[in-house]
């Protein structure tokens, strides 16, 4: 036994408010996990913490339904699936909890609703409101309507944003191996329990799923998941859902799955919106100087470092900060608007307010509104 890894997973628990669950598609086909599921959840509220589920398999429990053993690739038959099996998902859910005292409350989710700050907003005061009333919200990517501009790509990621967004302590994701493993010629090896960066080697031995007939994602999409969660400062946990008592041994901090910790302490709410949800709307290109000022030293974005500038853009939008090798270093919420921003390239700040012929900031973006990219 680890000592310092049960010893850590103890203490995350221990001071653990709230926590999003995962569990995917291949886990769900059988629809008898779900009263373990419950029952695992049941276990996280008894000790005061909140839930929230996200919980894939509306495709996979309708093909079930229909008889299809084979995923189809023809986007309206994956959404019809999709309606059928997540009627029944949701009915199995809502007998479960009621069996462990507590309701269910179904949200479907595309990635507008978090992009868009008014939608996103509205997502987080509900999802805010049924944990105040105690009840288990359940979310899932609204496959039914979702086309591929609207998609997270797979409920890791959902998970991931999810945490992301509502400042979750711990992401579990409950999946069909017994965590991140080692990888030697090929040949999978021992299980890793604890990762503090996630590595290249890392990204090269993780593999998609061995089940692609009812289900997407795989390991790589895990790995970034942990990455999305690490860098708000948070903890992401991946264990072996088949299992029926994984849940109780995270509680105990048993030495199970693959913890991955934070490199970092937990991001501001401004800071994560910025980098995980907003949609930019130009860029700004600064040379070398400033692109290490702000990498290194938490610097603001002043007008003397700027190269260029790309986009139509207002005030208070969302802009990327390039190199001067067009690589993203940053994004952050501009003080002016395109056409100010290029009439101010490469003055110092104390000339802004001149060259505009009015009173006006100091600098294109300051630090409290910009978050590194790239950087857990």
């Not at 945490?163 to 990888?183: C, D, H, P, Q, V």
């Amino acid at each position: 036994m680890n000592t310092d890894s049960v010893n850590k997973r103890k203490q995350i628990i221990r001071e653990c408010k709230r926590v999003v669950v995962k569990v995917g598609t291949r886990l769900l086909t059988d629809t008898h996990r779900i009263p373990v599921l419950i029952k695992g959840i049941s276990k996280l509220r008894e000790r005061g913490i909140e839930v929230i589920l996200v919980s894939s398999g509306a495709v996979g429990i309708g093909m079930k339904e229909l008889e299809m053993k084979k995923r189809p690739r023809k986007l309206s038959q994956i959404q019809a699936l999709a309606a059928t099996g997540q009627n029944k998902l949701m009915a199995i859910y809502d007998k479960e909890c009621r069996h462990h005292g507590f309701m269910s409350a179904q949200l479907l989710l595309t990635t507008a609703d978090l992009q868009a700050r008014e939608r996103h907003l509205n997502v987080l005061n509900c999802i805010d409101e049924l944990l105040k009333k105690d009840i288990l919200p359940i979310v899932n990517e609204n496959d039914s309507v979702s086309i591929d501009e609207l998609k997270f790509g797979d409920n890791d990621g959902l998970a991931a944003l999810l945490a992301a967004m509502t400042r979750s302590n711990l992401t579990i994701i409950l999946t069909t191996e017994s965590g991140l493993r080692e990888k030697n010629d090929g040949v999978l090896g021992d299980r890793i329990s604890l990762v503090s960066r996630i590595t290249e080697e890392m990204r090269l031995t993780a593999s998609g799923t061995d089940n692609a007939e009812f289900s997407i994602g795989g390991m790589s999409s895990k790995l970034n998941a942990a990455k999305i969660v690490n860098s708000a400062g948070e903890y992401l946990w991946i264990a072996d859902g088949r299992e029926n008592n994984t849940i109780e041994k995270i509680i105990a901090g048993e030495d199970v799955g693959t913890l991955f910790i934070p490199g970092k302490r937990q991001m501001q709410a401004r800071k994560r919106w910025i980098k995980f949800f907003s949609n930019t709307k130009g860029a700004i290109t600064v040379d070398d100087g400033a692109a290490e000022a702000i990498r290194k030293g938490g610097r603001s974005l002043l007008p003397s470092g700027v190269l260029g500038v790309t986009g139509k853009f207002k005030r208070g939008d969302t802009l990327e900060i390039l190199d001067t090798k067009r690589q993203i270093i940053a994004r952050g919420l501009s003080n002016f608007n395109n056409e100010d921003c290029e009439d101010i390239i490469g003055l110092q700040s104390k000339d802004i307010s001149s060259a505009l012929h009015r009173d006006a900031d100091d600098v294109i973006i300051h630090r409290n509104n910009l978050v590194l990219i790239g950087v857990n």
